[in-house]
Every structure is written in C-alpha cells, then in structure tokens.
C-alpha cells in the first residue's frame, strides 16, 4: 500500500487515543484541551464525574464550598451536591464549582418510602428553584423533628440520654436532622467506636433509636425531580438489602413506569460483585448509569470525591443525557 493510503488513517486515529488517555491534572479540572471541545467540557470523553455527596445543608461535615474545593482536588470534572430532601446549598455548590473549573450539576437526593422500605432517589439537572420541588421537598422534610424526638426517647430508654440536644449540636440545617446527626453524637461521647457500630447497635431497624418515618412517595419524588427539568436516578440499589427479588425486580419497574432513567453503578457503598449487577440491570431495564462517592465526611466516607472506578464501557452515562442541564465552567 502507498503511503498515502496510511497517512489519513493514522491522523484519524491519533485523536481517539488521545482521548482515551486524556485525565485531568489533580487539581487542575477542565484544563486539558483534550477534554474540551469548542470550549466546553467534552461530555462524550468524560469520565470523572461524581454524582453523589454531601455538605452540612444536610448530614455532611464540609460546607458547600470546601466540599467543592475537595471535588476539584479529586481531578472531578463534572460534580453535583445531591444533598438529602434539600436545595438549599444549590446556588453556592454551583458558584464554587465554576469557579474551580468544574462543571455542574444541580441535585438531590430525596428520601421515598416503598415496600416498607426507605429508598433514595437522586435528581440530576433538576431546577432548584422549581416551585413543585422546592414545597415538596418542604413537605418530605417535615417530621424529622418529631422522629428525631422519638429516637432520643428509644435511646434514652436504654440508658443513653440526651440524644436530641446532642445530635442537634451536629446539625447546622435545623429542617434535617438525620440519623447521621445521631451518629456522629454516639460516637463523639464514647457510645460507640464508629458510625458503622452505631447504626448495627442502635439506628436500624429493631433497634433502640430506629423509628420508620413515611417519606415521599416514588412516583412523587420522580416527578418532582423530572417536572423541574432533571432526571431521576435510583441511588445505590445493593443497599435495599431487606427487598426480596420481586420487590427489587417491582421497584425497577415501577420506577421506570414514572419516568426514571438512571442508576448508580459506581458509587461508594457497592462492592465490586454488586457494580456487575447492577451494570447488568441497567442494561435489561435501558437505564442510563450514574457515577457517585456518596462522600460525607473526609473521616467518615471509605470513598473519596472522584476516587471511583469509571463506568463500565458498556454503560451509557447519565450525563450524556443531561447536556442541556450541565453548566460549563468559562473556557
Ligand atoms: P435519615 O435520612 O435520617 O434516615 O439518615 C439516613 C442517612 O444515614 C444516610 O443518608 C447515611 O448518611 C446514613 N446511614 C444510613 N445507614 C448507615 C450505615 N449503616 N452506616 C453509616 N451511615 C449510614
Ligand atoms: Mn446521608
Ligand atoms: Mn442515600
Ligand atoms: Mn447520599
């Protein structure tokens, strides 16, 4: 063959595997030219993207914007706070993210109640400043305190008093105080040596500080999430370990029924066994996977922000479904 005949091949292949090498510098997100195209992120070539995490507008320790500062140090490209049933660390999450160069996400994690049983659903791309969001997150909210309450009075009735007005010292979002809250007070007084320890001893079900709390209902929490524009992710399925197969397999669809289009694959709380799985039912059920550490605290989470595997190649990512949503950094 002539040579002219190889040069075109090789120029076009040169640029994919570049691509496919492409990684961002640690703490230099959405600096690689490789990453970007027509100045903006390249969504097709991303593959650090964290979906998933906490600040102290719900039960993480790191405000929105050190939160941010510890994403872009991760190398992630493409980040979203997702606090639980809350909004209001929105604005600022996305501000400090532009600001270090990553792109945007807005998002939530809404607390749903089916079969018996608490299920989180993650919103990506929402709107948080969407009326119908914004009352029925309000709505979700409502009666932490009162379960708080009764959680202190489980605790105090096996000689652990006090536990509200402790767990409260944790919380800086009076609307969401959360088991986690509890946690941290239990172990912070001695009562246990990690979190883990207190909600196998005390938080689960059974157990002495455990009340069941009705939250949202699924096709809610998918409306609410989809009507403002995002797109409604089963947050890490191998946790609803008390479902049977029938009620996993009802979930899923009933799920997809209302509109859902994504799970998590990759997050902090699955094991390697349990990321095939669940690569396996995204791809039987059509839905797009999402990527998330679930990080909380730099001493609490075993993940951190933008430390996970990349999604299996066989997987679409959800946000090549969210580009309209997605908020670039400046050029
Ligand atoms: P709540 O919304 O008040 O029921 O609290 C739920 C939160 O508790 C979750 O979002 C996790 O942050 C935390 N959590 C639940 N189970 C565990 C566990 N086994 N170990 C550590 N944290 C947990
Ligand atoms: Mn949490
Ligand atoms: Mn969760
Ligand atoms: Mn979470």
């Given at each position: ?5 190889h ?7 040169l640029?994919v595997?570049?691509i ?47 939160l ?6 991760g190398?992630?490209?493409l980040?979203s706070?997702?606090?639980h049933?809350?909004?209001r660390?929105q604005?600022?999450?996305r ?8 792109a ?19 919103g990506?791309?929402i ?6 969001l ?5 709505r979700?909210r ?6 708080a309450?009764?959680m202190?009075?489980?605790?105090a ?6 536990a509200f007005e402790?767990?409260?010292r ?8 959360s088991?986690t ?17 207190v909600f ?15 939250w949202?209902k ?22 609803y370990?008390?479902f ?9 669809t ?9 799970v998590e ?25 999402s990527?998330?550490?679930d ?19 066989r ?17």
């Amino acid at each position: 063959m002539s040579p002219m005949l190889h040069e075109p091949r090789r120029a076009r292949l040169l640029p994919v595997t570049r691509i496919w090498r492409a990684r961002e510098r640690p703490g230099r997100p959405g600096t690689n030219p490789v990453l970007r195209q027509f100045g903006r992120l390249n969504l097709n070539h991303l593959t650090n993207a964290d979906l998933h995490s906490h600040s102290t507008v719900s039960d993480g320790t790191l405000a929105p914007e050190a939160l941010a500062a510890r994403a872009a140090a991760g190398g992630v490209q493409l980040w979203s706070l997702t606090d639980h049933d809350e909004v209001r660390g929105q604005h600022r999450a996305r501000e400090a993210a532009l600001a270090l160069g990553m792109a945007y996400l807005a998002g939530v994690e809404v607390s749903v109640t089916f079969a018996g049983e608490t299920v989180h659903i993650v919103g990506l791309g929402i709107d948080p400043d969407d009326t119908a969001l914004v009352e029925g997150l309000a709505r979700t909210r409502g009666g932490r305190e009162e379960r708080a309450l009764e959680m202190a009075a489980g605790l105090a009735a096996v000689g652990i008093p006090g536990a509200f007005e402790g767990a409260l010292r944790y919380v800086a979002n009076p609307e969401l105080i959360s088991r986690t809250h509890f946690a941290r007070w239990l172990v912070d007084t001695g009562h246990c040596a990690d979190t883990s320890e207190v909600f196998r001893r005390f938080l689960t079900d059974g157990k002495p500080g455990f009340v069941a709390h009705r939250w949202a209902k699924l096709g809610e929490a998918v409306h609410w999430i989809t009507e403002s524009g995002g797109l409604a992710v089963i947050a890490h399925p191998a946790r609803y370990t008390r479902f049977t197969p029938t009620e996993e397999y009802a979930l899923f669809t009933e799920f997809k029924a209302h509109g859902g289009q994504g799970v998590e694959v990759m997050t902090g709380s699955h094991s390697e066994a349990e990321r095939i799985k669940y690569a396996d039912l995204a791809l039987e059920f059509g839905l797009l996977a999402s990527r998330g550490s679930d990080f909380h605290a730099p001493d609490e989470s075993r993940t951190g922000l933008g430390t996970l595997p990349d999604l299996p190649g066989r997987l679409t990512p959800v946000w090549t479904a969210l580009r309209d949503r997605v908020h670039f950094p400046a050029p």
